[in-house]
């Protein structure tokens, strides 16, 4: 008969195992943030400024309070967002955001009305971003919504057809932090080809405010 030392020891293991499994139960595909922002419904910066657990659901839902500071994308579907909600286990793709530290670039989808996000889409703190980025989120990314990244994982890679961008970050292993993802978008230029873009065409200088995107 198992004393109670092992019987203690066993049940720690299988709650390990449990963690374990739990928190890789979360897998997304790496995409360039201009795929992120294209793919979303709602783009804001905001600042999270309180949370609340909801017990609905096997894991529940955390509920975060935010102070929306700009509005990106997402004008038709809500007028201005008070909260996200993200499931409150990163085994189910929950999101965590600090409360009253930093202004976040929150990308998520509408449903009844209410904002989700998740760990697959494209949330970051808004310091960490580079100029470029915040560029095109201003701007730049909805001009390039109509081509295709296509992300070129091993070599060669080719594009197929005029509107694809070929994203080489992955095969450095740096995925949405590369230097395509912090530097370039993917725009289609007046011949009806796509290309990356790292400059400042006439256009966004006169829609982009580079000191507050």
């Given at each position: 008969?198992l004393?109670v030392?092992?019987h203690?020891?066993?049940?720690?293991?299988?709650f390990?195992?449990?963690?374990?499994q739990?928190?890789?139960?979360?897998?997304?595909?790496l995409?360039?943030?201009?795929d992120?922002?294209?793919?979303?419904?709602?783009?804001i910066?905001a600042k999270?400024?309180g949370?609340?657990l909801?017990?609905d659901?096997p894991?529940?839902?955390?509920r975060?309070?935010?102070?929306?500071m700009k509005?990106y994308?997402?004008?038709?579907?809500v007028q201005h967002v008070?909260h996200i909600y993200t499931?409150?286990?990163?085994s189910?793709?929950?999101v965590k955001?600090?409360i009253?530290?930093?202004?976040?670039l929150?990308?998520g989808?509408?449903?009844n009305?209410?904002v989700?996000?998740?760990?697959?889409n494209?949330?970051?703190?808004?310091?960490?971003?580079?100029?470029?980025?915040?560029?095109?989120?201003?701007?730049?990314?909805q001009?390039g919504?109509?081509?295709?990244?296509k992300?070129?994982?091993y070599?060669?890679c080719?594009?197929?057809?005029?509107?694809?961008?070929?994203w080489?970050?992955m095969?450095?292993?740096?995925?949405?932090?590369?230097?395509?993802?912090r530097h370039?978008?993917?725009?289609?230029?007046?011949?009806g080809?796509c290309s990356w873009?790292?400059?400042?065409?006439?256009?966004?200088?006169?829609?982009?405010?580079?000191?507050d995107p």
């Amino acid at each position: 008969m198992l004393s109670v030392k092992q019987h203690l020891i066993s049940l720690l293991f299988v709650f390990s195992s449990l963690h374990l499994q739990l928190t890789d139960g979360c897998s997304c595909a790496l995409s360039h943030p201009q795929d992120a922002f294209c793919n979303s419904e709602i783009v804001i910066r905001a600042k999270v400024v309180g949370k609340k657990l909801l017990r609905d659901g096997p894991f529940g839902t955390m509920r975060y309070t935010v102070k929306q500071m700009k509005m990106y994308k997402g004008f038709d579907k809500v007028q201005h967002v008070q909260h996200i909600y993200t499931s409150a286990s990163e085994s189910s793709c929950g999101v965590k955001f600090d409360i009253n530290k930093y202004q976040y670039l929150i990308t998520g989808r509408v449903y009844n009305d209410k904002v989700y996000t998740g760990l697959c889409n494209f949330n970051e703190q808004w310091d960490r971003l580079s100029l470029a980025q915040k560029k095109g989120i201003n701007h730049r990314y909805q001009l390039g919504c109509s081509c295709r990244i296509k992300a070129c994982r091993y070599l060669p890679c080719f594009v197929t057809s005029k509107n694809e961008c070929l994203w080489t970050d992955m095969l450095s292993h740096f995925g949405n932090t590369g230097y395509q993802s912090r530097h370039y978008a993917c725009i289609q230029q007046k011949e009806g080809y796509c290309s990356w873009y790292r400059g400042m065409t006439a256009r966004d200088k006169t829609t982009i405010n580079a000191t507050d995107p």
